[in-house]
């Protein structure tokens, strides 16, 4: 009973821990992550709400959003919907701030200003500043794919 009770004290701060936001280093970042739409359709508060979720999600899923990250602090943002050959490629910049937060520079369609992003195992997970503290955006995240 006692190793159960003293391998919980250790197990669950382990656990916990793993699923929280960490620091984003600068060497992690290089590459393509793909952007990820996660509607979660559970969410919805009426039929209508889930009706709306549904068709959006089908919509979303002929999107492809991938963010290119390159060592000279620029970001490219290419994306291709509806399998069409042509890609739109936008250009910004990133950086990573003294807290371990990425923050994107805005492009000419997609405005990033008000979120940082921070690692969630695989993922990097967009949050935003409420009086002073993190609050984690819903919906969207980003994965490396290359």
Known sequence: MKRALLLLIFLVP???AAHAQSRVYEKDLSGTWKLVFDLDEKDADSSLERIAMKA??????????????M??????VVTRAFDDDEEDV??????VNDRGE???????????????????????IPYEYDDGR?????AIYLVRIR
Not at 56 to 69: C, T
Not at 106 to 124: H, I, P, Q, S
Not at 134 to 138: A, F, G, I, T
Request: glycine share 6%; hydrophobic share 40%; aromatic share 10%.
């Open 102 to 124: 990425l923050i994107l520079g805005n492009t000419d369609k997609a405005d990033f200003e008000d979120a940082v992003w921070l690692r969630e195992g695989d993922r990097l």
């Open 56 to 69: 959006a999600n089908g919509l979303l899923d002929e999107i492809d959003i991938r963010f290119v990250f």
């Open 71 to 76: 060592k000279d602090h620029r970001l490219e």
């Open 90 to 95: 936008d250009y910004s910049e990133w950086r």
């Open 134 to 138: 993190r609050k984690k955006k819903q």
């Open 14 to 16: 382990a656990l916990t």
